[in-house]
């Protein structure tokens, strides 16, 4: 149905007509020890079909038994996401045929979510905050993995031959889904991305997932449609599947909003599919046909028992969950005196966390933020990995510092400390030994060095004498230089004007 | 050794701890029987000669050790082969397991290697135990050994017919919608389907979930109770296993009782429909009862007349799903039609030639009243159903400790009789649904012969959930009053097998 290139509307000619009206569906896989029905190893990257199970592989006569500690993940992220949960709620099978879904059955849930009618506050770049609200929260299994051999794409579709990995088949999986959310208006894009970000956020924060979405532990299907201004009924939606990355998010939805524009400007319904986003043409093709009524006989799991929750089992586990990030962000922000743009760049740079253990551990936010977004970031970015990753800590920010703080050396010595210790030379006060980076603390070969550097710029010196302090930076320079970097600037300093007899 | 054979699992357990009999000689004797007779019965879809001999061995080993060994050890058993089990195929009684082998036990067989009980071997079964007579067996049908014309009833026709011809002292069977029982009773046989719950399901293939239930096959009641104590239990990997001990069904149906107790003739169960021999004998059995000092007091269970209907919904809905992973992909046949293999085409032309025309008609039947717009009407209705059984129940139990009815509305028909007829089929269950619907227990036994044809008569016995003890306990008293009258048990009234050898293995 759709064409090869389909058409699209730039993104502002779309907006000036139509109002796009968007819903997720993001599969969060759980980090539990074992898998959702079975005690199968739940673990990613092992050798394919080894962590699997009779009940894994749907064998004849096999039970499954539900995993409590995915039901406890599911109820906290369902408290995290302000949802009421459910007194009693029952697993339900859906049935379809497909190869990586052992039993052609899976094991889901249907009609009463574990967790329903909750809300998450979405904080926008500049502060604006939306609320999408949450419809359901859902238990269900994830499927195995097929990779399909000898066709174009690795699509199903002309195929000689396809593997299936059933590692993953029966891994826990909570389905958060939304309620339509209205009036994002042109920022639907920047809030799609910035919604899966909270999500993964949030889950990372409980605990309950590794979270990574390059692993495919947050999946995150888009649906998007149109409406034209000041319509109160919906558009026909489409659904993409699979978008795997913040970013994607954000362009597969701003993508979908141009091309169903166009799509209604040329006066065509829009199809109710299911669409594939392509990373590499930043663009989705059709899948396939989805309507309202895809008939997957769901009905009640006769092999389980329902779950059933009690207040005191909810209000233990909502003890338990951590401070909400949005919230421990504020806080944080607070208690450093950081600007609104300074904290943006510390949690854009990955390392608030950092900078908390750090503080923490006693060095000043101010320090504390210096170090990690100056030095550490800069090593980071040089080296392309997280700046928690070079081998900063902070207890290695303490040490740096109370050797600085303590004149046993200076900021540029302590750079020269930072490069020995990530070079594994020992710790900070082992490097400074080793390397002789300590600062030059007896005043006679500064005093030498002084007399050096006045004879040097005997011009300088004059003008120093003649009243103008500001001047003796260049013969501080210097000395610097002539002890390589290891006086303390500030003595040198005193002794200069010292030495010129002029009042610092 | 045809004494051997014709002793109950009680008195062989007995003369085996006295080492007047060995494990082995025992196992031999029932091995001989099966050569003999089971190319006329066939009760057996495999025979597990050598693991049987060798655990036997074993058994009189360490009792010659002086082992402290479980009262049923060495004694034989038969197993339904809709249950899995290690070293032996499991088929289902399907062409689309032919050949396969579980690599792991159910807890039921895990149980029974503990309790070192040597297995012979796999019996006969309805497809997918799709059925009441083992016509649907892809491998045969059994034979009734009163009458090789006539059908064992079904699905465990072959865990009953081997029982009821001495292949084996006792047998598991699986009761979904009286599978145990009414083959139990067409050959003259006891069965007991325990409460739901009562006895782990992990490792019995799946026809609906929310009815099946593992339970004993045995000449008598006692020897019931034996493997029931064997069998029964919380097991962690079934989620619908019950958490209570098994219980003293052995004390139960040892010491027996029917004095004070109230048992309820169900009135709904009895009349039309059911031929003049049974309820003469069901008669029999009320007065036997009373004599013994039981009070007989009529009730009533309104919604028991829609509960066939409701079962040929519940039941094929979840066949329906739980027969999907039988597709060609992970295990059992595969069939690759011409052309190009497709994965759908794969799975289409497996299943269409891996399953017999009654076990599609039932997935057929169960997909349908699974489907978007029919769901309400008939999954969601049957549901309703089975909740108005189960209050007719409680009401039930509020006016009798147990309940009474005839197993079956006739005795064995004839191979091929009903097999046209679907639904002709169906009702020979009328009597025995009712408890998988409530999930409660229920016990068949023999109650003599119908005078019209000669064949055994099934008398049913319910429990309230979790009571099945009362089962053993007037159970036993009615067994023994009945072969009082009789002068013994009643097999030993059923002609001999012809001996004809090695048909089926």
């Known amino acids: 149905m759709s064409a090869l290139t389909d058409e699209v509307l730039t993104f502002d000619e779309a907006m000036e007509k139509y109002d796009p009206v968007l819903g997720f569906e993001v599969h969060v896989e759980l980090n539990t020890r074992t898998k959702m029905f079975s005690a199968a190893p739940n673990a990613f990257g092992d050798i394919p079909n080894t962590n699997v199970s009779p009940v894994d592989l749907g064998l004849p006569g096999v039970l499954p038994v539900v995993n409590g500690t995915a039901v406890e993940s599911a109820i906290k992220i369902g408290l995290a996401l302000n949802c009421s949960i459910a007194e009693k709620c029952y697993f339900a099978r859906k049935n379809y045929f497909y190869p990586d879904t052992p039993k052609n059955f899976q094991t889901s849930q249907f009609e009463d979510p574990i967790a329903h ?7 926008l770049a500049d502060g604006t905050v939306f609320r999408v609200e949450i419809e359901r929260a859902h238990m269900e299994e994830d499927a195995g ?7 174009a794409a690795g699509r199903i579709q002309g195929a000689e031959f396809s593997l299936v990995d059933y590692n993953r088949a029966g891994v826990p999986l909570i389905e958060i889904v939304t309620k339509p959310i209205e009036g994002a208006g042109a920022r639907a894009p920047e809030l799609a991305k910035a919604y899966v970000a909270a999500i993964r956020e949030i889950v990372k924060n409980l605990g309950v997932s590794d979270a990574r979405m390059e692993r495919g532990n947050v999946r995150c299907d888009a649906n998007v449609s149109l409406r034209p201004h000041g319509r109160e ?5 489409t659904e993409t599947k699979n978008v795997n990355s913040l970013r994607a998010v954000e362009h597969a939805v701003r993508y979908e909003i141009q091309r169903h524009a166009a799509v209604l400007d040329s006066g065509t319904p829009i199809l109710q599919e299911t669409r594939h986003w392509h990373e590499d043409t930043r663009t989705t093709t059709s899948g396939r046909p989805k309507s309202d009524a895809d008939d997957y006989r769901y009905f009640p799991e006769p092999d389980l028992v329902p779950v059933v929750t009690n207040d005191a089992w909810i209000e233990k586990l909502r003890a338990e969950l951590p401070e909400p990030p949005a919230e421990r962000r504020k806080r944080l922000q607070a208690d450093w005196g950081y600007s609104d743009a300074e904290f943006r760049d510390v949690v854009n740079a990955g390392v608030m966390s950092s900078i908390e253990d750090t503080v923490t551990a006693g060095v000043s936010a101010a320090v504390a933020r210096t170090w990690w977004m100056g030095e550490i970031s800069r090593r980071a970015k040089l080296a392309d990995v997280d700046p928690a990753e070079p081998g900063a800590s902070p207890a290695l920010i303490v040490e740096l510092n109370a050797l600085i703080e303590s004149g046993k050396i200076n900021d540029k010595l302590s750079r020269d400390v930072l490069d020995g210790v990530l070079a594994g030379e020992g710790t900070p006060a082992e490097v400074v030994e080793q390397r002789g980076l300590a600062v030059v603390s007896d005043d006679g070969p500064l005093l030498e060095a002084i007399d050096g550097a006045l004879a040097a710029q005997p011009d ?12 003796v930076g260049a013969i501080v320079g210097g000395v610097m230089k002539a002890t390589r970097g290891q006086a303390d600037a500030g003595r040198v300093r005193e002794l200069i004007l010292q030495r010129l007899g002029v009042e610092g | 050794m045809t004494e051997l054979i014709h002793l109950s699992a009680d008195a062989l357990a007995q003369q085996l701890a006295a080492k007047q009999v060995s494990a082995v000689e025992a196992t031999q004797a029932y091995l001989d029987r099966i050569d003999a007779v089971d190319g006329a019965v066939n009760a057996y879809l495999h025979v597990n000669t050598e693991e049987a001999l060798l655990v036997a061995a074993e058994v009189d080993q360490a009792r010659a050790d002086g082992d402290t060994l479980h009262p049923l050890a060495g004694v034989p058993i038969a197993v339904k082969d809709l249950i899995v089990t290690k070293g032996q195929p499991t088929t289902a009684g399907s062409r689309i397991l032919e050949g396969w082998q579980s690599p792991y036990d159910a807890t039921v067989v895990q149980k029974l290697r503990a309790a070192r009980m040597p297995i012979l071997g796999k019996t006969n079964l309805d497809e997918f135990a799709m059925g009441s007579s083992t016509e649907h067996s892809a491998y045969g049908p059994t034979r009734n050994p009163w009458d090789l014309d006539r059908i064992p009833g079904g699905s465990g026709g072959g865990s009953a017919a081997a029982v009821a011809a001495f292949e084996a002292p006792l047998a598991l069977g699986t009761d979904t919608g009286g599978a145990i029982r009414q083959p139990g009773a067409v050959p003259g046989t006891v069965g007991v389907k325990p409460t739901y719950g009562g006895v782990s399901r992990y490792g019995a293939i799946a026809m609906a979930s929310s009815l099946d239930q593992i339970g004993p096959v045995s000449r008598t009641v006692l020897d019931s109770a034996l493997l029931h104590e064997v069998i029964g239990g919380h097991d962690p990997r079934d989620s619908t296993s019950l958490t209570d001990p098994v219980g003293a069904l052995v004390e139960a149906a040892r010491l027996g009782q029917v004095e004070g107790m109230r048992i309820g003739v169900i009135k709904e169960l009895q009349g039309e429909g059911y031929q003049a021999g049974v309820l003469t004998r069901f008669h029999e059995s009320l007065e036997l009862l009373r004599s013994a000092g039981a009070e007989i007091v009529e009730v009533s269970c309104p919604n028991f007349r829609y509960a066939l209907e409701a079962y040929y919904l519940i039941m094929p809905s979840e066949a329906s799903s739980n027969l999907a992973k039988y597709d060609g992909v992970r295990f059992g046949l ?25 076990v599609k008609r ?8 699974l489907s978007a717009g029919y769901y309400d009407a008939y999954y969601g209705s049957a549901q309703k159903v089975r909740t108005l059984i189960q209050r007719d129940f409680a009401a039930a139990f509020e006016q009798a400790d147990v309940l009474i009815s005839p197993t079956a509305p006739t005795t064995a028909f004839k191979l091929g009789e009903k097999l046209d007829d679907p639904l002709a089929m169906y009702l020979n269950d009328v009597a025995t649904i009712p408890a998988n619907m409530a999930g409660v227990p229920g016990l068949s036994l023999p109650g003599g012969l119908a005078d019209e044809d000669g064949l055994p008569v099934g008398i049913q016995l319910l429990a309230p959930a ?11 008293v009615l067994e023994s009053l009945l072969e009082d009258s009789w002068g013994g048990p009643l097999l030993a009234q059923a002609p001999a097998v012809p001996q004809i050898t090695g048909r089926n293995r």
């Open chain 1, 117 to 123: 009618d909750g809300y998450l506050d979405i904080e």
């Open chain 1, 145 to 151: 993995k097929l990779t399909h051999m000898g066709g």
């Open chain 1, 233 to 237: 009924t919906f558009g026909t939606r």
């Open chain 1, 460 to 471: 300088v010196a004059d003008k120093i004498r003649g009243g103008k302090v500001q001047a």
């Open chain 2, 334 to 358: 595969r069939v690759v039609p011409e052309g190009a293999a497709t994965i759908e085409r794969v799975m289409g032309a497996t299943r269409a030639a891996g399953f017999g025309d009654e």
């Open chain 2, 362 to 369: 039932r997935i057929i039947l169960g997909t349908y009243a």
């Open chain 2, 466 to 476: 979790r009571e099945d003890a009362r089962l053993y306990r007037v159970g036993a």
